[in-house]
């Protein structure tokens, strides 16, 4: 198994978060790419750079104006005479929807951004981009005949819906390498999401489609992050009615809970037949994750990956969260070796 990475991740560095009312250094840190570098080069994998892509790829899953904001948004800030990381204070909330975006840096912020833990800085973009070039690839190397690849993406995606970003992700790197599987000739992918949080950008992405399934085990939405999606009864609209599946759990789940709603997701999966698997792989169910609260320990990861190795399909693994980082390689990797066997 191949694995992407760029070391240009390390450029989105040195914000801060808002986290239970005080603003504290943000979680999704790039010593986290480190340690799973460490550990997939220790599991003996290649590790290689990503190749470039036309910027229309990401128009395939994004708005255009969002990513132009994205790519300008810290200029902007700075030619506004700021400086640092930028947080949004103000959002269209449902008394102020008219979809109008404002032309100010601070409005424009609040219209695209749905949560103040996201901050952006200077090499944001060069990261964001680099981490959806890694899935790109990844995507790639499936297409052109590898059974599995990894693409080690930081920033994380699978919160970044079409037009929004939040949840420590800008692009998503995920939905990219779907897409890009579908362009490419495979007619049904499904996306698994095993990540803690439940991934609302996604499931936005590919709401209303039918050639993209997206099922997701996450932590439940009443009081887990992002709140306001992710809950059961959520299961796509239009031609993507049913394509959409959501298995929230408890918190404090331990692998027998999970194991059994893994079982669940994958019968759905399997029941898709897909002709390509992409894993939003989040490692932040880890007993030992400072922002989360399931229960699974070291050696349920490779579990997992064996269990996700049954559905014999062609499998790109896209990284997305996982906090507790000097875990988080010895997790990831367990995933990748025990889907290798
Ligand atoms: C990609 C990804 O995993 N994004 C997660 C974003 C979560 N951000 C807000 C988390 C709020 C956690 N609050 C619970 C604190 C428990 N100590
Ligand atoms: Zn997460």
């Known amino acids: 198994m191949k694995v992407a990475h760029s070391p240009l991740h390390a450029r989105h560095d040195g914000g801060k978060e808002l986290h239970r009312g005080e603003l504290v250094p943000c979680f999704e840190m790039p010593v986290r ?10 599991a003996g994998l290649e590790v290689l750079e990503p190749r470039p892509f036309p910027l229309e790829s990401l128009l395939r899953v994004h708005d255009a104006g969002f990513v132009e904001f994205l790519r300008t948004a810290h200029a902007e800030w700075r ?52 981490a959806a070039h890694c899935a790109l690839t990844a995507a790639a190397w499936v297409a052109e005949g590898d059974k599995s690849a990894y693409a080690l993406c930081r920033p994380p995606g699978h919160h970044a ?68 999606l992710g809950y059961a009864d959520e299961r796509g609209e239009g031609a993507g009615e049913g394509y959409t599946r959501n298995f929230p759990l408890p ?3 331990t692998w027998k809970e999970y194991d059994t709603a893994l079982g669940a997701a994958l019968d759905v999966v ?10 939003s792989l989040g490692v932040d169910t880890y007993e030992g994750d400072p922002i989360s609260a399931f ?6 990861f490779p579990l ?8 014999k399909v062609p499998t790109v693994f896209v990284q997305e969260g996982g906090y507790a980082v000097e875990e988080i390689g010895t997790n990831v990797a367990g995933v990748l070796e025990g889907f290798l066997g």
């Open 251 to 253: 918190r404090g789940s």
């Open 33 to 42: 790419a480190d340690y799973i570098l460490a550990a997939v080069r220790r």
């Open 295 to 300: 229960k699974l320990a070291t050696e349920h």
């Open 304 to 311: 997992m990956g064996r269990r996700l190795a049954g559905l």
């Open 161 to 228: 819906a079409r037009s929004v970003y939040g949840g420590y992700c800008f692009l998503n790197n995920a939905a990219l390498a779907a897409q890009h599987l579908r362009d490419q000739g495979f007619g049904r992918v499904a996306v698994l999401d095993v990540d803690y949080h439940h991934g609302n950008g996604t499931q936005d992405i590919f709401w209303e489609r039918s050639d993209v399934l997206f099922v997701s085990i996450h932590a439940t939405p009443e009081t887990e992050y992002p709140y306001f």
């Open 79 to 130: 030619a506004a005479g700021k400086a640092g990381f930028m947080l949004p204070s103000g959002f269209p909330a449902r008394a102020l929807r008219r979809d109008h975006i404002p032309s100010g840096i601070n409005g424009k912020m609040g219209y695209y951004a749905f949560d103040a833990s996201t901050p952006i800085v200077e090499g944001t973009w060069d990261a964001a981009l680099a």
């Open 270 to 279: 399997g029941g898709f037949a897909p002709d390509a698997l992409v894993v």
